[in-house]
């Protein structure tokens, strides 16, 4: 799936796949807005600049952006327990017991 994030550095809006911590240009923090996709691609571009003017106000970004204990909640079923993991010979390898 598609999210939008900013990013503080360098003061862009990102569509980017998959939930994301790092922006891709400058390499810092991003925070996922709240915005859908769908939401986003269909406003015109004063629209999409006034979102980014927003963003740019610390308290008002503290609003547009989703609680970061929903980001990882949502990543929770791609974690895999520690128990059903067995290394082998190599330090490198790791393999899922059956």
Same mark, same amino acid.
């Given at each position: 799936?598609?999210?939008?994030?900013?990013?503080?550095?360098?003061?862009?809006?990102?569509?980017?796949?998959?939930?994301?911590?790092?922006?891709?240009?400058?390499? =810092?923090?991003?925070?996922? !807005?709240? %915005?859908?996709?769908?939401?986003?691609? @269909?406003?015109?571009?004063?629209?999409?600049? *006034?979102?980014?003017?927003?963003?740019?106000?610390?308290?008002?970004?503290?609003?547009?952006?989703?609680?970061?204990?929903?980001?990882? =909640?949502?990543?929770?079923? !791609?974690? %895999?327990?520690?128990?059903?993991?067995? @290394?082998?010979?190599?330090?490198?390898?790791? *393999?899922?017991?059956?």
């Amino acid at each position: 799936m598609m999210y939008i994030h900013y990013c503080r550095h360098c003061q862009r809006i990102h569509i980017l796949n998959g939930h994301k911590y790092y922006c891709p240009r400058c390499k =810092g923090h991003l925070a996922e !807005l709240k %915005i859908s996709y769908m939401k986003y691609v @269909n406003l015109d571009r004063d629209e999409r600049q *006034a979102l980014r003017r927003r963003c740019s106000d610390p308290q008002e970004l503290f609003l547009l952006t989703v609680s970061p204990d929903k980001t990882r =909640g949502r990543a929770k079923w !791609l974690q %895999i327990p520690a128990s059903n993991i067995e @290394n082998y010979h190599s330090g490198h390898y790791a *393999a899922y017991s059956h």
